[in-house]
């Protein structure tokens, strides 16, 4: 394989580094979705003293674990799609169906960084109504989860990394 | 053509048509549901928001845990231990690594709610070691391949969870239980063919444990069972919520596996954070643009007009189900189970509705009917998983597998005309 430019490089190292932070901070929401759950459980039975928040945090944490994890799944091509006709159709042809499928996540990230961003205008200074968190703070995963994949959608495509290899072992980062 | 006919049309077509150019699903369900939105001059805004309001749920947080418990349990080594006590109940008897498979994912089924994680986790043991002891590697496949169902039928199943967040919200601790019963029937139909070919192809019996060995590994695995008695004694017991049970679980599986199994280690917990975000991230993201998806089906009253036609083509409830279960099956060998229940439950639940079904035992219907699809090519994920450690081309188990696939559709069968099945366990604990 041809080496890339070094401008394409450096973009696929920024973006790596991104994603990097993207997973980091995935698993750190994670276990603050656990560790919070579990608490409420705890406060209610043990010391019978329900929290109201702790749902609706949860949630928000969800949410933008979501958004990242879908963002982080493009660049590392775990998204389910149908290979079939793609493998039907040789070398070119398939290749421009990776292209083409791209393009079309590259579009649609568009639309959700361009509805997040109007969302969170649109939210203005409503709260959620259980645990008073801002509602901007819910559609701001949508803007960040769109922009990533954006990045990651394009950083696929000018890398030649369509498709998932076979051989590479699941990153690990902590 | 009329409005909602051109929007059907781009949002269903759309929706294929990206799908086999290679769009993985969950952008063309979110794509062709902009180019619709659009279409109708509904603001696009509304594809964001139901997407983020898809996903903050409290029922949808039970998924990331029951998938966290299914990995530490995993990576804590529960399979092997699942797997020698199965043995120690069934191994007795003839052909008794192919029953042991069979009880040990049933087990594995109340810890994990993934098929294919069973086939990753048991298979991974039980092929090779049945391949050793003279088993055909095909027999060895189509045996551990089909027994994974169970990890979609018997609770906690993530799969139920999908159902009943596309249904509009069903009661997550009735759904669970229902789903006992039909999984154990299962178990039952694919234990009488193993051991029906076991005696006709003189297939030895399984390893036997003195009596002191035998309660340790009892011992051993019931602490690793015990997490569903947390989950479904919490959740029918009225004591948690789904999700509430499911973070307990996640904790009390933590703490076996560190303290008891003294399995854990930070090398496994990053394995374990990896493969979650891996399969969570692809489930969310259906998750949220078959929200969008789903309100745009409604919008242009699709689940209507269809059952509309349905229901003039026949009103034999029977009749009905047979088509419904024939559809989900050719639906099923082609695309992935989760897609399905998230894609169809709001176009077929009404009609269903409209026959007398109950919801509850659609579900089930629905769930054990995808099932199979696992199993099946073209894209059965739980078969190719089993192929992959067995060694096997997929062609050359198909023989194996056909008994197998009888016996499924003939609990299927039972499973839908016999509604008690499904809704008996469910009312008893009401």
């Known amino acids: 394989m041809l080496a890339l430019p070094s401008a394409i490089q450096s973009l696929a190292r920024f973006v790596d580094m991104l994603n990097r932070i993207a997973r980091s901070a995935c698993n750190r929401l994670l276990e603050l979705i656990v560790a919070v759950t579990f608490m409420q459980v705890v406060l209610r039975y043990i010391f019978n003293s329900p929290t109201k928040w702790s749902e609706e945090a949860a949630m928000l944490c969800l949410v933008w674990y979501g958004m990242l994890a879908t963002a982080i799944c493009v660049r590392d091509h775990h998204h389910i799609a149908i290979v079939f006709f793609r493998d039907l159709l040789g070398k070119t042809g398939g290749y421009v169906l990776d292209v083409f499928a791209h393009l079309i996540i590259l579009c649609f990230a568009l639309v959700l960084l361009f509805s997040g961003s109007k969302l969170v205008d649109l939210a203005g200074v409503a709260l959620l109504p259980a645990s008073g968190i801002p509602k901007y703070l819910l559609y701001y995963s949508a803007f960040t989860g769109g922009a990533l994949i954006v990045l990651n959608a394009i950083t696929n495509i000018v890398t030649g990394s369509l498709r998932p290899d076979e051989f590479a072992e699941p990153e690990t980062t902590s | ?430």
């Open chain 2, 1 to 430: 053509m009329t409005e909602q006919g051109v929007g059907i049309a781009l949002l269903l077509g759309g929706f294929l048509g990206l799908m086999i150019l290679r769009v993985p699903v969950a952008f063309a369900l979110g794509m062709s549901s902009v180019v619709t939105a659009i279409y109708l001059d509904l603001p696009i805004l509304m594809v964001g928001q139901r997407m983020v309001n898809g996903l903050f749920s409290f029922t949808f947080l039970a998924v990331p845990f029951f998938i966290l418990v299914g990995n530490i349990m995993t990576e804590g080594g529960i399979s092997d231990r699942l797997v020698k006590f199965a043995e120690v109940l069934v191994g007795r008897f003839r052909g008794g690594l192919a029953q042991g498979n069979v009880v040990a994912s049933t087990f594995f089924g109340g810890i994990s709610g993934s098929s294919v994680a069973d086939v990753a986790s048991i298979g991974s043991f039980l092929i090779p070691a049945m391949k050793k002891r003279g088993y055909s590697p095909e027999y060895s496949v189509a045996v551990t391949v089909t027994s994974s169902v169970q990890g979609v039928l018997i609770p906690p199943s993530q799969n139920m969870i999908y159902y009943a967040l596309a249904a509009g919200g069903l009661p997550i601790g009735k759904l669970f239980l229902a789903g006992y019963v039909p999984g154990v029937l299962l178990s039952i139909a694919l234990m009488i063919l193993c051991w029906l070919a076991a005696v006709r192809q003189n297939h030895p019996t399984g390893d036997t444990y003195g009596l002191w060995n035998s309660l340790g590994i009892v011992g051993r695995a019931s602490v690793g069972l015990f997490t569903i008695v947390i989950i479904i004694g919490g959740i029918v017991g009225g004591v948690f919520t789904a999700t509430e049970s499911a973070a307990v679980a996640v904790v009390y599986a933590l703490l076996v596996t560190v303290f008891i199994y003294r399995t854990m280690d930070r090398q496994k917990m990053r394995r374990i954070m990896a493969g979650t975000l891996a399969s969570l991230g692809m489930v969310v993201a259906i998750i949220m643009t078959s929200s969008a998806f789903g309100f745009l089906l409604s919008y242009l009253k699709v689940p209507t007009i269809l059952s509309d036609y349905i229901l003039s083509q026949s009103s034999n409830p029977a009749t009905i189900l047979l088509m419904i279960n024939i559809l989900l099956l050719v639906l099923g060998m082609l695309m992935d189970m989760g897609v399905l229940i998230l894609v169809m439950t709001p176009i077929l639940l009404p009609i269903a509705i409209k026959i007398g079904v109950d919801p509850i035992h659609f579900g089930i219907i629905m769930i054990l009917n995808l099932g199979i699809g696992v199993c099946t090519p073209p894209v059965g994920t739980s078969l190719m998983v089993g192929c992959g450690i067995g060694d096997v081309k997929i062609e050359r188990t198909l023989a194996a597998l056909l008994p197998f696939y009888m016996a499924m559709v003939a609990v299927l069968v039972l499973v839908t005309f016999i509604p008690a099945l499904s809704l008996g366990l469910a009312n008893f604990f009401e």
